[in-house]
């Protein structure tokens, strides 16, 4: 069966930190890989998609970038935080992007900039 | 823009069906429609997905509008642990057109012992 962590669980930052969240997919092979944010009282909105290693497409410009350094994992990093970093980061992957595919979520990371 | 409408937040009790209703009145032909749930402080989980037929699975059930252009997921007989934000978004067929799947902000159900 197929696994998804990411750590760490929680985090604060003071602001001008740099940050680096990792996620990692066992279970599966070339996944599609995304990094999602979700404010408080607020939908997720779609940060960065990967469907390999080194190919990262980036949906809202924003102080933050991913990496893809292996198949199974994808890192989410910011060499300056800003205060409006602040939420609940979700990584998901899923087989493909059509239709019918499902996402798998991970258990998140709440991220606190103080 | 979010391309579904849903309520803010519905009630229900426990044991009893509820229905969470959704409006995507601009649904292409090539669209799927999934609702996800995500309990408090967790990710979001899949529910199901359908295109145009209703679907029934361990979860839930799925009916679609014949014109598509809303569709309600139906929990049988709501638990506690149904307690969570729903959320119905649509995706395409076409895999590249996912990239920038919208999520709205979902309802909000809460379930009365």
């Known amino acids: 069966s197929q696994t998804i962590h990411q750590w760490p669980a929680t985090l604060v930052q003071p602001v001008g930190s740099p940050l680096s969240l990792e996620c990692t997919v066992e279970g599966t092979s070339n996944p599609n890989l995304y990094w999602y944010r979700q404010a408080a009282g607020r939908g997720l909105q779609l940060l960065f998609y990967s469907v390999g290693i080194g190919q990262i497409s980036s949906e809202v410009p924003q102080n933050l970038s991913a990496s893809r350094p292996q198949d199974r994992q994808f890192i989410l990093s910011s060499k300056k935080l800003l205060l409006s970093d602040s939420g609940f980061y979700l990584c998901a992957w899923s087989w493909g992007a059509g239709g019918t595919t499902e996402q798998y979520f991970g258990p998140g990371t709440r991220l606190t900039v103080t | 823009d979010a391309k579904t409408t849903q309520p803010n937040s519905m009630e229900s009790n426990e044991e009893e069906p509820v229905h969470l209703p959704c409006n995507h009145s601009?649904?292409?032909?090539?669209?799927?429609i999934h609702w996800y749930r995500q309990l408090p402080s967790q990710g979001p989980e899949y529910v199901i997905h359908?295109?145009?037929?209703?679907v029934n699975n361990r979860m839930a059930s799925l009916a679609i509008a014949e014109d598509r252009k809303s569709s309600t997921l139906i929990l049988h007989r709501a638990t506690l642990r149904d307690a969570a934000v729903y959320y119905c978004?649509?995706?395409?067929?076409?895999?590249?057109?996912?990239?920038?799947?919208?999520w709205g902000l979902g309802t909000s159900l809460a379930v009365n012992p």
């Open positions: 978004i649509l995706r395409d067929r076409n895999a590249g057109n996912n990239r920038k799947l919208i």
């Open positions: 601009t649904i292409s032909g090539t669209d799927y």
């Open positions: 359908g295109l145009t037929s209703n």
